[in-house]
């Protein structure tokens, strides 16, 4: 987890870091690709020069991928053929509350960065006894 917050800072800063040396340079969130694949590719691959028609799009919700070379992410980087694309949100409920405030603590600039909103609270509102009896 800590490893994973810390590429993600280490990766998104030498990108921000480079970026005057890049001819183009596109920022997309995964939540901005997951609800329209579509759209997002079309900005991706207009950012290149290229249409989007090359894209092995099959539906608004998969794309046929081929062999790509990685050397960090998701396991799921390794998958091909016809791959869905929909919200991966398994760490919402898997992540404890100590683990979200740890990884939020070592992302924060980023998050805020890219647009992320902050949580004002990460834990549920649990009233003390004297403020039970006072209401």
């Not at 810390?6 to 920022?27: D, H, K």
């Not at 960090?72 to 992540?95: C, Q, Y």
Request: one cysteine or more; aromatic letters at 10%.
């Amino acid at each position: 987890m800590i490893r994973s917050a810390t590429e993600w800072n280490v990766f998104n800063y030498l990108l921000r870091s480079r970026r005057s040396t890049y001819s183009s340079y596109t920022v997309i969130k995964y939540e901005d690709l997951v609800s329209n694949p579509y759209s997002q590719l079309q900005k991706v691959m207009g950012a290149v020069g290229r249409d989007v028609a090359g894209v092995n799009l099959r539906t608004d919700a998969s794309v046929k991928l081929g062999l790509s070379h990685t050397a960090s992410g998701n396991p799921g980087r390794f998958r091909t053929g016809e791959v869905g694309i929909s919200l991966d949100d398994e760490w919402k409920r898997a992540m404890g509350v100590f683990q979200r405030y740890l990884v939020t603590a070592c992302t924060v600039s980023g998050l805020v960065r890219y647009g992320y909103l902050l949580p004002i609270r990460l834990l549920p509102f649990r009233p003390s006894r004297k403020n039970e009896m006072n209401a």
